[in-house]
């Protein structure tokens, strides 16, 4: 994974795990990685690992079974609303960017209808 300077490395890994999580890469219920293991994955600080867990648990997109490991919720409606944020997110990015631009709503819609086509 490239990280981007501009934000915490905790953060890009977090959103990370958050979007194999919303595309079903990682399964509800699923059994992530140890904090170890997630440190070797990503080549982070292993507190930096314990960071991003204590995050999510406090999100509530995974919790902990102490001595068993940490595990992605089984609450379809938590990850929805992940779903739904993340994809929140990149829209408000994008229309400040095009807003920036000066790029007419129309326009807009134009472009995104025409690259969608494209891909």
């Known amino acids: 994974m490239q990280f981007d300077s501009k934000t915490p490395i905790y953060l ?7 979007m194999d999580i919303v595309n079903e890469r990682i399964k509800c219920g699923e ?3 140890s904090s170890r293991e997630l440190a070797v994955k990503y080549t982070i600080n292993p ?10 648990e406090r999100e509530g997109v995974c919790y902990t079974k102490r001595g068993m490991g940490t595990f992605v919720t089984d609450d379809v409606n938590i990850i929805k ?5 993340m994809a929140q997110d990149a829209l408000n990015l994008f229309l400040k960017s095009i807003m920036e631009l000066g ?11 025409s690259r969608k086509d494209e891909m």
């Open 47 to 56: 507190n930096t690992a314990a960071r991003v867990y204590q995050e999510l």
């Open 103 to 113: 790029i007419s709503d129309e326009e807009a819609i134009e472009m995104i209808r």
């Open 12 to 18: 890009q890994v977090i959103n990370s795990i958050k």
């Open 31 to 33: 059994k992530l990685p």
């Open 81 to 85: 609303a992940c779903r739904q944020e």
